[in-house]
């Protein structure tokens, strides 16, 4: 029992194969055959240097990706700005492309993949036992969980938490072929929520709000005409839709609902299991780094499972560490992000998100 067992086939898992590869371990990748629903997704430039430490920066190719050309902004008022771009551009991913060719390069190099689910996982003294949902048991000498939110391996003692209840309402909209338009991603603040527009190659557009459960309108959810209604009004999604001929396109099928909560943890390791990318912890899409960090958090842990496997568990602890601080830090973007548009303080989307005044600021206040 010497091989490391990664879980879940998405970005997180497909890094972690690779890099165990790169290093010269042959792991055995377990995933259902793949069912990514086709969003489109911002991938951050911060991602470009991870998938060159992956070999892999070539993955990024006319099918997959579309350079990125800004992002623009209605947040804190009603005027549209382009942001800053002093890090770079990213890329707009087609991610069913993306995982695609990451997933061929894997069987390529000759991985050994198991198309099941996981049901069962057990701590054994010397690795980890796991119950494939044909009941067959296989162990490894580590495991590196990334099966994204659902988080298999995630105990009480991960101390889980949801921090709040953001879905996504979207749709991917073909473009009408004399439609012309850039590469930039567009996003709007509402009373209840933010809206998001970023093409995709293949001429497509991702269109999404962004909104708690608990706030969606009753029967939106079903009423294609009547959630892409709820843009009336806006200040740029709306006049941008409609330039693009998407306004009816877009009102032709209702939305498809995704949970984009935000989930803490306090631990990332559990005995000689590694959690990765949205296994490990999730974070609000406002920040476009969940790809990043799914690619950093595979790379890192395979280092981590590498040395647990030995029994070693040094790289592990600065694995937890350097993840556990990075949340810290995007978190606290976050909140400031949210902070930044007062105009719907009152509404309970963005009262929500208020940060609490902390104790030291209440007891300056009573002095
Ligand atoms: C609406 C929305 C928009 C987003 N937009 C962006 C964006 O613009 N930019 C960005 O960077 N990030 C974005 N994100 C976040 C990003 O999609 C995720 O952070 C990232 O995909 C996480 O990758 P992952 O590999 O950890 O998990 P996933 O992609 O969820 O992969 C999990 C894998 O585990 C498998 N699995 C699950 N359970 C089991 C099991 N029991 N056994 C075996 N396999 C299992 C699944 O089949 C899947 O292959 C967005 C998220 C949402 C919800």
């Known amino acids: 029992m010497d091989r490391i067992a990664v879980i879940g086939g998405g970005v997180a898992g497909l890094s972690a194969a690779r890099r165990l590869m790169l290093a010269g371990h042959q792991p055995i ?7 990514v629903p086709n969003r489109g997704e911002t991938l951050s430039p911060k991602a470009l240097t991870l998938l060159e430490a992956l070999q892999w920066g070539h993955l990024l190719d006319a099918d997959s990706a579309l350079p990125g050309e800004g992002r623009f902004s209605v947040w804190g008022d009603a005027t549209l700005r382009k942001a800053p771009d002093q890090e770079g551009l990213g890329y707009h991913l087609d991610r069913v492309q993306f995982e695609r060719l990451m997933r061929t390069a894997l069987l390529a190099d000759n991985i050994e993949r198991i198309s099941s689910t996981v049901t069962a996982m057990e701590h054994l003294p010397d690795g980890v036992g796991l119950t494939l949902a044909d009941r067959a048991v296989i162990t490894a000498a580590a495991v590196i969980d990334c099966t994204g939110r659902a988080a298999l391996s995630s105990g009480a003692a991960a101390e889980r938490r949801r921090l709040d209840r953001l879905i996504a309402a979207w749709r991917v909209l073909d473009l009408p072929d004399d439609a012309d338009t850039a590469a930039a991603t567009l996003v709007e603040a509402v009373e ?6 970023s093409p995709l190659p293949g001429r497509r557009m991702m269109l999404g709000l962004f909104t708690d459960t608990d706030l969606l309108p009753t029967g939106v959810a079903q009423d294609g005409p009547r959630w892409v209604g709820l843009a009336s009004g806006t200040h740029a999604i709306a006049p941008r839709l409609q330039s693009l001929g998407l306004d009816s396109v877009a009102a032709d099928a209702a939305p498809a609902i995704a949970p984009a909560a935000s989930v803490a943890v306090r631990r990332l390791i559990e005995g000689r299991i590694v959690r990765a990318g949205d296994a490990a912890a999730a974070l609000d899409p406002v920040g476009a780094n969940g790809l990043a960090t799914a690619l950093w958090s595979g790379l890192h842990a ?5 040395a647990l496997a030995k029994g070693e568990a040094d790289a592990g602890m600065a694995y937890e560490r350097d993840y556990l601080q ?4 995007q978190l606290a973007t976050q909140q400031a992000m949210y902070a930044s548009e007062p105009r719907f303080a009152k509404a309970p989307f963005w009262r929500r998100r208020q940060i609490e005044p902390s104790a030291s600021d209440q007891q300056e206040k009573t002095a």
Not at 192 to 197: H, K, Q, T, V
Not at 302 to 306: G, Y
Not at 326 to 329: A, D, E, L, S
């Open 29 to 35: 990748l377990i995933s259902p055959d793949p069912a």
């Open 192 to 197: 209840l929520g933010w809206w998001y527009m």
């Open 302 to 306: 395979a280092a981590a499972a590498l």
């Open 326 to 329: 990075g949340v810290t830090h």
